[in-house]
């Protein structure tokens, strides 16, 4: 179990990974045409209208966690509304991505080293943090199961006919993720862990 110094440096990190994450869906829906997520007042920074306290609390301490999902209507949406709420889905995992990157760049840069003293809110720790959660909740979240983005972007691939017998699995689509969560972590390591070290690894060299 982490000491309270570096479960406070990891919430902090969680708060601006969580918030831009779900205000990238936000406003990817509002851009398409979709004034849902403005009108429920998630077209903003303040972190209260997107962390879920569950969702936090269960990243911190077990890897997997998530926020507030953010409404959207795809038939208010510009283009085929599957291809739409693909796009919205992927603008998530895609921010925490960038972030990633933009941290990563201060390592590449040698502004910051791995080497420097690190305690719980050192630049080297906080950084190396802020990249890996990042990574995390992106693989996370492009994980094909509903209710992750990934399952949407997937619906977009999928013909239709097999996207409308899927459907129905939707509703225990959490159930099958806690499933994989705590039954079958392998998983988990295949397609979030592996994928995020490796990344990492490219990202800061």
Not at 91 to 96: K, M, Q, V
Not at 134 to 151: E, H, R
Not at 161 to 172: A, H, K, S, T
């Amino acid at each position: 179990m982490p000491d309270l110094s570096t479960i406070i440096a990891r919430v902090l990190v969680l708060i601006i990974a969580f918030t831009v994450h779900e205000l990238a869906h936000a406003l990817t829906a509002d851009y398409l045409g979709d004034p849902t997520p403005r009108r429920m007042g998630r077209i903003t920074l303040n972190p209260l209208k997107h962390l879920d306290p569950i969702g936090t609390i269960l990243l911190i301490v077990a890897g997997f966690g998530w926020a507030k999902p953010v409404m959207v209507n795809p038939m208010n949406m510009r283009g085929n509304p599957r291809t739409s709420m693909a796009i919205v889905a992927a603008a998530g995992p895609l921010s925490n991505l960038v972030m990633a990157v933009m941290a990563a760049i201060f390592f590449r840069m040698g502004l910051v080293s791995f080497t420097q003293p690190s305690g719980a809110f050192s630049a080297s720790f906080l950084l190396s943090e802020f990249i890996w959660i990042n990574l995390v909740l992106a693989f996370f979240n492009l994980i094909p199961i509903p209710p992750l983005d990934g399952s949407k972007i997937l619906f977009a691939i999928l013909p239709a006919e097999l996207v409308y017998r899927l459907r129905p699995l939707e509703q225990f689509g959490f159930l099958i993720l806690m499933a994989v969560v705590f039954f079958v972590p392998a998983v988990l390591n295949v397609l979030v862990s592996l994928p995020a070290a490796a990344t990492l690894q490219l990202l800061i060299g």
